[in-house]
């Protein structure tokens, strides 16, 4: 026998399921605003549809008047109906305009646009099991990677994260020798070597454009003598002798967590540490049940579990692994200390020694 509808669940439901499509439907609206830059033309100041497609550079107004009309109803821009003007709040400028702000949002949406062109990928994973290469996920995940992480870690790893380390700051304040491992493309590490002047830093990642990406961004910022990136899987790094080994939610992403832990273990010098970030999460799945969390296990079913089925051991940790799993893989590799130094609404900080 089938259980009866409750109406007002049913309605409930519906409400939420309205809710989600709304949002999903609006990334490619959001998107083609960042791009043509017609949220920061609506930072300038109010604006009717005709100003604003030709503050954005002389844009076609049918189009822009729609647009507009779309994000009002997102409530992602205000609209006056009296004056026909679309404006943006502060509180909606950190989200789309303030590129340091800590809730710039850009790079979400370019991350949900790679997980819905790898979707035929990673659906035909489901049938074999197989993986899906970094690389070949969609056409820039690595770009949309870079773009979603980088507000948690332009407000976080300089301020908070390091900090939290046992005697690190003072180490890197000093001169210290840094190894940025599954660097992407390489904020990071640019991050924490603008911070430290006196320090060494090399980033590491197997996926070549990637690196060639971080390599440019060194050199736009004038880092190129300090920063070193390498191309390289976290268990082939050759050099020893690091001081601080960082991980910046790629840990999981790796096939085998284990030997890379191990391999983390031998390249670190007497005394260092390795700090580990990894996404927030509880040790148990239903923990993991809320906002965040929802993010989080969707990209890793999309991303994180495909890339870590498509290398060696295929260990497929997924974002939300948590924290007592984490820390026991850590100490398989031979740290005999491992403790959450500190925490976000993002992310975890594990300090292993
Ligand atoms: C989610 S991204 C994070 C990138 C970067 N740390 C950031 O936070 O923007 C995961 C990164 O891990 C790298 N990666 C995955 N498995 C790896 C491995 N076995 N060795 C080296 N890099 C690896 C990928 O190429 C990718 O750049």
Request: glycine share 12%.
């Amino acid at each position: 026998m089938t259980e009866p509808i409750d109406e007002a669940r049913l309605h409930a439901f519906v409400g939420k399921m309205l809710g989600d499509l709304g949002g999903a439907l609006a990334v490619p609206t959001v998107r083609i605003g960042l791009r043509l830059g017609l949220f920061d033309a609506l930072a300038q100041g109010p604006a009717t549809a005709p100003e604003l497609a030709a503050r954005a550079g002389g844009l076609h107004e049918r189009y822009v008047r729609e647009w507009a009309m779309a994000q009002a109803a997102n409530g992602y821009v205000d609209y006056d109906a009296a004056a026909g003007t679309f404006s943006l709040s502060p509180e909606q400028a950190m989200v789309f305009v303030v590129k340091d702000s800590p809730v710039y949002l850009a790079g979400a949406f370019e991350l949900a646009a790679a997980m819905i062109e790898a979707e035929a990928k990673v659906e035909h994973c489901f049938r074999t099991g197989e993986g899906v290469r970094w690389g070949d996920h969609a056409g820039c995940l690595f770009c949309a990677t870079g773009a979603f992480f980088r507000p948690g870690y332009v407000n976080n790893i300089v301020q908070n994260w390091i900090p939290a380390l046992e005697g690190m700051e003072d180490r890197l304040r000093s001169g210290a020798k840094v190894a940025d491992v599954g660097c992407g493309v390489g904020f990071s590490t640019l991050l924490m070597a603008e911070a430290y002047p006196q320090s060494r830093f090399t980033g590491y990642d197997f996926h070549e454009p990637s690196i060639a990406q971080a390599r440019r961004h060194a050199a736009e910022h004038g880092l190129g003598d300090r920063v070193d990136f390498q191309v390289a899987t976290a268990k082939d790094i050759a050099e020893r002798g690091f001081d601080l080994v960082t991980m910046y939610d790629c840990l999981h992403d790796m096939g085998d967590p284990r030997g890379c832990a191990a391999h983390m273990r031998e390249i670190l010098g007497d005394g260092g540490s390795w700090m580990i970030v990894e996404p927030i999460a509880g040790d148990s799945p239903q923990d993991n049940l809320n906002p965040v969390g929802r993010l989080y296990y969707n990209a890793s079913t999309m991303i994180c579990v495909p890339t870590s089925l498509d290398q060696e051991v295929g260990e497929g940790l997924g974002a939300q692994a948590g924290e007592a799993r984490l820390a026991g893989i850590v100490r398989e590799g031979g740290f005999a200390h491992v403790r959450r130094a500190t925490e976000g609404p993002f992310n975890m900080v594990l300090e292993a020694r």
